[in-house]
C-alpha cells in the first residue's frame, strides 16, 4: 500500500512537471497531424486511403512519442542527480521503474488517438474492432516505452539518448510494416522485421482498422508480450549494473 | 528503532573498486544507536563512496554492511526505511517548489498526503524557509538549498541519518543554522552518520571521529581520546614572509628538538613537547631575511590530531574541498 503511494506520486509528478507541458501536448498534436498529413499527401489516393495510413501513423505517433520522452524523465533526471533520490527510496526498483515509465504509455496511448480523432472526421472508421485495437494500442506503448527505457538507461547523456533512439526508431518505421506490407522489403531485410516489437503490433493495427492479419493475432499479441517483458528485465538489470555501481 | 544492543551501522571489510582506483579498501566501523560518528578525509578518500555502499547506492565488492540489525549486503533496500540521505549536492527537483519538493519526498516513504503536508509545513518553519516555500527550487540560494536538502532527508523521521557534506560551500550563517539542525536531531536520539572536511565542524558536533585516508580508517576514537594526544604539545606559529618550506627545513636542522611545518598563507608551525622560546626563532628566522610579522601561541585542537595521524595538511584539505565544490556549482 505504501509503495504504491511512492507510484502514484511519482507518476504524478512526472505527468505533471513533463507531460502535461505546453510544448509536449503540442507535441503530442502536431506530429501525429504531420505524420497524417505527410503519408496522405504522398498516397495521392484521396480520403479513401486514410483506413490504410491510420495503423502506421498512430504507431509511429507513439513509437516516436514515448521514447521521446524517456529520454527526459530519465535520462535527464540522472544526470541532474534527482533520479539518486528514487533509488534511496524504500520502493522495489520493479515498481520504480514501472512509475517512471507509465506516464509515458499513457502518453504513448493518448498520441495513438490523436490521429484516430482526425481520421473520424474525414472518412467512415466504423469497421474498427475496437477489441484489438486498444489492447494493441496499450502493448505498443508499452512495449515502444520500454525500448525507451533500454535506450535511457543505456546512456549518460539526453542527447545521447536521442541519438540512440533514432537509430532504432527510423529503420522501425519502414521495417515494421507500417505503411507498406513486409514482404516487399528485399527478401535480406525481412527477418530484420520480425525481431522488432512494431512489427506484431502494426500486424493487429492493419487487421483492427482494414485488412487481415499477416499472423495469428494471437501470435502477435504475445509476441508483443514478450518483447515488453525482455526490455523491462534488460533495462532493469542495465540499471542494477550500471547505476548501482 | 530496536536494535536488540547491535549497532545502529556497521560496516565490515567493506570494500569497493573503480577500475584501478581502489576507493575503499577493507573499512570497519560500527556506530551506535543514538550516537553522531564524524568521518573525517581529505578529497577522494573515500567518504562519498562508503556512505553510497551503506545507502544503498552502490555495490560493494566486499563486506558486509548492517542497519539497525538488518544485513543489506545482498539487499540494499532492507532497511532504506530507516534511512535519510542527505547527499554531498542537492538533488532536489529545480521546477518544483520547496513544499512540493518535501511532500513528493514525504510520498516516497509511504506517507499519505495530510501526514506530509503537515511535516512539510513543519519543516520549513523549522529551517526558517517558510516564506520560500512556494518559490521553485531552482531559484533558491545555495544555503536555501542544502537546508531543503536535508529537510527532505528528514521528512520520514528517519531514526539514522545519513550526511555527506552538508555545510561544504554555504554562507556562514546557514552553516552554523545547518550545524544547529544536526545537533538537535542528535540530541532528539537520530543517529547520525556525518561526513566532512570541515575538522571544527566534526569537533563540535562529533562524539566519535573516524579519520578516512585512501579508502582506509586510520584511526577511530573519541574526540576526548583523539585531543588526549595534544596535551604536553606547545606549538607557536610565525607569520613570516619568505619561503616557508625551506625555512622549515633550516629551522629543524638549527633547532633539532623542534618539528617544524609550512602552513597554508605562508606561516610556520613550530611544535615541540616543552615550551617554545619565541626569541631565537624570530632572530633565525630574521638572519634568513624572513619578515616576521606575528607570533602566536596556538592551543592544539583536532586539526593538530588529523595532521599528526593522516600526515595531510588540513588547511590545504579545506581549500581543495571549496574550489572543487565551487568548479561542481558552475
Redesign the interface.
Known amino acids: 500500500m505504501k509503495a504504491w503511494i511512492a507510484y502514484w506520486n511519482i507518476l504524478a509528478k512526472d505527468m505533471r512537471s513533463y507531460y502535461l507541458k505546453p510544448p509536449n501536448i503540442s507535441w503530442g498534436i502536431v506530429f501525429p497531424l504531420a505524420w497524417t498529413a505527410m503519408f496522405f499527401i504522398r498516397s495521392g489516393s484521396g480520403l479513401d486511403s486514410i483506413p490504410a495510413l491510420l495503423p502506421g501513423v498512430m504507431a509511429v505517433s507513439v513509437l516516436f512519442g514515448t521514447t521521446s520522452m524517456l529520454a527526459v524523465t530519465v535520462t535527464f533526471e540522472k544526470k541532474g542527480r534527482s533520479f539518486e533520490r528514487l533509488l534511496l527510496a524504500p520502493i522495489p526498483l520493479e515498481l520504480l521503474m514501472l512509475a517512471k515509465t507509465t506516464g509515458a504509455i499513457l502518453f504513448g496511448v493518448a498520441n495513438a488517438f490523436v490521429p484516430v480523432v482526425m481520421a473520424a472526421f474525414l472518412a467512415d472508421l466504423s469497421g474498427i474492432t475496437w477489441a484489438t485495437l486498444i489492447p494493441v494500442v496499450v502493448l505498443i506503448a508499452v512495449s515502444s516505452t520500454f525500448l525507451g527505457l533500454f535506450i535511457a538507461v543505456s546512456v549518460s547523456e539526453v542527447f545521447e539518448a536521442q541519438t540512440f533512439s533514432n537509430f532504432f526508431r527510423f529503420p522501425m518505421i519502414f521495417l515494421c510494416g507500417l505503411f507498406f506490407p513486409i514482404e516487399q522489403l528485399p527478401v535480406w531485410l525481412q527477418p530484420l522485421s520480425y525481431v522488432l516489437p512494431l512489427t506484431y503490433g502494426a500486424d493487429v493495427l492493419h487487421a483492427s482498422i482494414h485488412h487481415p492479419a499477416h499472423m495469428p493475432l494471437a501470435l502477435d499479441f504475445g509476441l508483443l508480450t514478450l518483447f515488453c517483458v525482455a526490455l523491462f528485465a534488460v533495462s532493469l538489470r542495465n540499471i542494477r549494473r550500471r547505476w548501482i555501481m | 528503532m530496536a536494535t536488540d544492543g547491535e549497532a545502529a551501522i556497521k560496516a565490515q571489510d567493506l570494500a569497493k573498486r573503480?577500475g584501478e582506483v581502489q576507493a575503499v579498501a577493507g573499512v570497519d566501523f560500527a556506530v551506535r544507536e543514538g550516537e553522531l560518528l564524524g568521518f573525517l578525509g581529505p578529497n577522494g578518500a573515500g567518504k562519498t563512496t562508503t556512505i553510497n555502499m551503506l545507502?544503498?547506492?552502490?555495490?560493494p565488492d566486499a563486506g558486509t554492511i548492517r542497519i539497525a540489525g538488518i544485513d543489506c549486503s545482498g539487499n540494499?533496500?532492507a532497511a532504506?526505511?530507516l534511512?535519510g540521505?542527505v547527499?554531498d549536492?542537492s538533488?532536489?527537483?529545480?521546477?518544483?517548489t520547496g513544499f512540493d519538493n518535501l511532500c513528493?519526498?514525504g510520498?516516497?516513504?509511504?506517507?499519505?498526503k495530510r501526514d506530509r503536508e503537515a511535516r512539510a509545513r513543519e519543516l520549513l518553519d523549522r529551517f526558517g524557509l517558510a516564506d520560500a516555500a512556494r518559490r521553485k527550487f531552482a531559484g533558491y540560494s545555495r544555503g536555501m538549498k542544502r537546508k531543503l536538502t536535508i529537510a527532505?532527508g528528514i521528512i520520514h523521521r528517519p531514526p539514522i541519518l545519513f550526511l555527506d557534506e552538508p555545510t561544504t560551500g554555504i554562507d556562514v550563517a546557514s552553516a552554523r543554522q545547518i550545524r544547529q539542525l544536526i545537533a538537535h536531531l542528535n540530541v532528539g536520539g537520530t543517529t547520525i552518520f556525518l561526513t566532512t572536511h570541515y575538522i571544527e565542524e566534526a569537533e563540535r558536533l562529533c562524539r566519535r571521529i573516524a579519520f578516512i585516508v585512501q579508502g582506509r580508517i586510520v584511526r577511530t576514537d573519541t574526540v576526548e581520546n583523539l585531543m588526549r594526544q595534544t596535551e604536553g604539545r606547545h606549538v607557536v606559529e610565525f607569520a613570516a614572509a619568505n619561503d616557508a618550506a625551506a625555512l622549515c627545513k633550516a629551522m629543524m636542522t638549527d633547532f633539532p628538538n623542534l618539528r617544524c611545518q609550512a602552513v597554508t598563507g605562508g606561516g610556520i608551525r613550530v611544535e615541540s613537547s616543552e615550551p617554545v622560546r619565541v626569541g631565537p626563532l624570530v632572530r633565525f628566522l630574521e638572519d634568513h631575511d624572513a619578515e616576521v610579522s606575528e607570533a602566536r601561541k596556538i592551543h592544539p585542537s583536532l586539526e593538530d590530531v588529523f595532521v599528526r595521524v593522516t600526515g595531510i595538511e588540513a588547511g590545504a584539505m579545506k581549500q581543495e574541498k571549496e574550489k572543487a565544490k565551487r568548479g561542481g556549482d558552475a
Open positions: 573503480f545507502t544503498g547506492l552502490a555495490r540494499p533496500k532504506q526505511h534511512m540521505v547527499p549536492e538533488n532536489l527537483y529545480p521546477e518544483l513528493f519526498c510520498s516516497l516513504y509511504g506517507m499519505n527532505a
